[in-house]
């Protein structure tokens, strides 16, 4: 494992943090396009983005397979 316990917990938290937003967006996003017009393709590179980020920091956490130490 070439991260410790302690970094790879805090990765997690990370990850679910950013969860977190992007549940908040995906909601802000759909309750507002019906009633205001709001820049939605900015809201939408911006979903992209966090997902993108989600994803990153998944794989790092699935490819730290090296022996513990």
Known sequence: MY?????LLQKMKVVNSKADELERL???IGSRKLFIKINVKRLEVQKDFLISDI????RDIANDTGDTT
């Not at 991260?3 to 970094?7: F, R």
């Not at 994803?55 to 998944?58: D, S, W």
């Open 3 to 7: 991260h410790t316990a302690t970094e």
């Open 26 to 28: 995906i909601a802000y």
């Open 55 to 58: 994803q990153a920091l998944c």
